[in-house]
């Protein structure tokens, strides 16, 4: 969870003294927050599914400072075509979306493909796997070239590296798509602009990340590279490497481009950021907090409370979390970091069962961005906690219309489940197997994305595949999310006493997650510690009595078998 923002910072803010500025020297009482800005869009950051990802900020490059070159025969748009020509045409023969296509066309249209290779999987699940994925990789670039700017819970700026072919009141505007086709025009005659293509290929990941769609991490790929040959040691370009390597969530490559980028710029917030980030996603907690303070003195800002206060909610330290957050909302101005930061003080509120609270903010994220798809998430979330189903759902069903994400779509199938009524089981599977469908699509783009699989197939599909993967990502990386996803594939594949030692260690930080807390109830309670089993269950429910719409029901009934 980290917004971000321009690496090039006011003179002002370099010369701020910690004692002013910096996280760890922040009043206990926040300040009045500032209504919210037409500026420039700051960068948002996130966590996805209750993780933090290491994620970029606005492009620091200004293209008008880099030098000018002669046209050559290198095309900005070479990536994106040479990967739409690789893919086959949709299932259903309609042709690839183009500029001046409507939003909903084109969102209609990935999530169509999304089903058909849903339905595919279940039909011929070998033969048609690959062609059915082609297609819904073809929607889902079209979709992203046609679709406005979205912030996700990790970053969404408006590109703001700015060059001599690209307006600043257009970058201003938060249209990352038409930000992305302004750097397209200037790279096809400046196409020697290293700054350019690194902005390029950061805007490819935000686009990437924001919509969902991973066809883009490729085309990111081929931008950044190309800015790097013109520019070995380019630290924008290696910053962007390390944002793109933690967006396919290779965190180790992501660690190792953000220490190359400090190396030429140890002031890079970006890659002081992405530092962070990678090492907290690797599970290296105490280093995460050195570097974190590191931050935090070198280049005081959102980005840098963001990931200062996860650090600290990790360690169970929810009231610095919240300190630091609610200082950063007060000091944001930008759209982009009021609905980012907004949404995390949002999350944590509802991790700790203060649904009013997590209500109040998602509504002020909402305000500044009101199709912010975290708050959205979160609202609806929050939402079925309170007891309102019927507007879980249809805030659900919205979400996935148009984002058909794993996370919104395990939720939305729970709600169906929980609701019970004529259909909805059947609505609940087709869910998840949506689930599957882009998890398939994510790997062939080079994304891993075992986590997803573990957490979704344990509870709704193979449990197999869901401790294969689960193993797979413990063997990576040893955080608590993947120890309380392997913890938990362990349990449903009846191996309960591999099972405990990950399901405390999942809970050993003091990280207050009820989730985790309602696994080691079970699982201790399956090794006949009946005592802990109770006193996790308890907690789970003192701390967040709707923290699933399906697991906080089953907490109550094992809490009750316990006594």
């Not at 979306?97 to 169509?112: I, K, L, S, Y």
């Not at 490729?218 to 931008?223: L, N, W």
């Not at 002031?267 to 105490?286: F, I, K, N, P, Q």
């Not at 309960?496 to 009820?514: C, I, M, S």
Request: proline share 5%.
């Amino acid at each position: 969870m980290s917004p971000r923002t321009n690496d090039d910072a006011t003179p002002d803010a370099e010369k701020a003294t910690p004692d002013e500025n910096t996280a760890a020297a922040m009043p206990d009482e926040s300040t009045v927050e500032p209504a919210p800005a037409d500026g420039t869009a700051e960068t948002a950051a996130t966590d996805g599914n209750a993780e933090t990802a290491a994620t970029d900020g606005t492009a620091e490059t200004t293209i008008a400072a880099t030098p000018a070159a002669t046209a050559g025969d290198e095309d900005p748009e070479a990536p994106a075509r040479e990967a739409d020509a690789a893919k086959a045409a949709p299932a259903d023969g309609t042709a690839e979306a183009v500029p001046g296509r409507g939003t909903a066309d084109a969102a209609d249209e990935r999530v169509a493909a999304v089903r058909r290779l849903s339905r595919s999987q279940r039909r011929w699940r070998a033969a048609q796997l690959g062609f059915c994925a082609a297609a819904l990789a073809v929607a889902m670039t079209a979709g992203a070239v046609v679709l406005g700017a979205l912030r996700d819970g990790a970053t969404t700026p408006a590109v703001a590296a700015v060059s001599s072919g690209v307006s600043p009141q257009l970058l201003a505007s938060g249209d990352l798509d038409a930000s992305i086709r302004s750097l397209q025009t200037h790279l096809r005659t400046q196409p020697k602009d290293f700054g350019g293509w690194a902005t390029l290929g950061l805007a490819y990941v935000e686009q990437a990340r924001t919509k969902g769609d991973p066809s883009r991490y490729p085309q990111a790929q081929e931008a950044l590279g190309r800015s790097l040959k013109l520019r070995p040691d380019y630290d924008p370009a290696l910053a962007g490497q390390a944002a793109l390597a933690a967006a396919r969530h290779d965190f180790t490559g992501a660690l190792k481009y953000a220490d190359l980028a400090l190396e030429q710029n140890p002031y890079s917030e970006r890659a002081l950021s992405s530092r962070v980030d990678a090492l907290v996603e690797l599970g290296r907690y105490d280093e995460a907090s050195k570097a974190a303070d590191l931050a935090d003195s070198r280049k005081p800002g959102v980005p840098v409370f963001t990931r200062f206060a996860y650090v600290h909610e990790l360690r169970g330290d929810v009231k610095t979390a919240r300190r630091v957050l609610e200082q950063a909302l007060a000091t944001a101005t930008g759209r982009g970091d009021i609905s980012y930061v907004a949404s995390a003080l949002g999350q944590l509120a509802w991790n700790q069962g203060d649904y009013h609270s997590a209500l109040t903010y998602y509504a002020r994220a909402l305000a500044a961005d009101d199709n912010y798809l975290p708050a959205l998430e979160g609202r609806a979330r929050t939402q079925a906690a309170l007891g309102d189903r019927a507007a879980a759902i249809k805030g659900m069903e919205q979400i996935v219309q148009r984002y058909p994400l794993p996370q919104p779509l395990v939720e939305l199938g729970e709600l169906y489940e929980a609701r019970g009524a004529a259909g909805d089981a059947q609505k609940a599977r087709d869910q998840y197997a949506l689930v599957n469908a882009w998890i398939s699509l994510a790997h062939s783009y080079g994304v891993n994305a075992d986590l997803d699989t573990a957490l979704a197939a344990a509870d709704h599909g193979d449990h197999e595949a869901a401790l294969t993967a689960a193993r797979a990502e413990w063997a990576r990386r040893h955080t608590v999310h993947t120890a309380d996803a392997l913890a938990w594939a362990l349990h449903v594949s009846g191996r309960d006493a591999e099972a405990l030692p990950y399901a405390r260690r999942a809970t050993a930080t003091g990280y207050r997650n009820a989730s985790f807390l309602y696994h080691l109830g079970v699982i201790e309670g399956a090794n006949g510690h009946t005592g802990k089993a109770r006193t996790a269950l308890k907690a789970a429910l003192d701390l967040n009595p709707g923290f699933s719409p399906l697991g906080a029901r089953e907490a109550r009934e094992a809490l009750e078998a316990a006594k």
